[in-house]
C-alpha cells in the first residue's frame, strides 16, 4: 500500500494531499530512512516517524488498512511508540507550558 493512502487511512491527515505533501517534503522516516516519494509501498511491521502539530510520531504498522474508517478501526492499523507525555510538549522532552485558566 501507498505511504500517503495508509497515513490518510490511520487518520494522521485529513487529506492525501497533506500526507503527500508532508512525505514529499521528506519529513517522514521509513525504519530509519528518510522518504520522499507518496507512492512508497509500506507493509506491516514497518515503523514510521513523522512530525504530527507539535509532536513528532513513532508507530509500528499493524494492519493494511482497507477504507478510511473511524476513529476506532483507524487506531486498529498502529501501534503508537512515541514517548509517553510529549503529547501537547512544545519540544520532545520539553514539559507543556502550565495552564493559565487552572486554579493554583
Do not use: C
Request: net charge positive.
Amino acid at each position: 500500500m501507498r505511504l500517503d493512502k495508509w497515513l490518510w487511512q490511520a487518520r494522521f491527515f485529513k487529506s492525501r494531499a497533506l500526507s503527500a505533501g508532508i512525505i514529499g517534503k521528506g519529513r517522514v522516516r521509513l525504519n530509519g530512512q528518510r522518504v520522499t516519494k507518496p507512492a512508497t509501498q509500506v507493509r506491516p511491521g514497518d515503523v514510521l516517524t513523522f512530525p504530527q502539530g507539535r509532536t513528532i510520531r513513532v508507530v509500528r504498522l499493524l494492519a493494511l488498512g482497507v477504507r478510511r474508517g473511524p476513529a476506532q478501526e483507524a487506531r486498529a492499523l498502529y501501534h503508537d511508540l512515541s514517548e509517553p507525555g510529549t503529547e501537547g510538549s512544545a519540544e520532545p522532552g520539553r514539559p507543556a507550558p502550565p495552564d493559565r485558566d487552572a486554579a493554583p
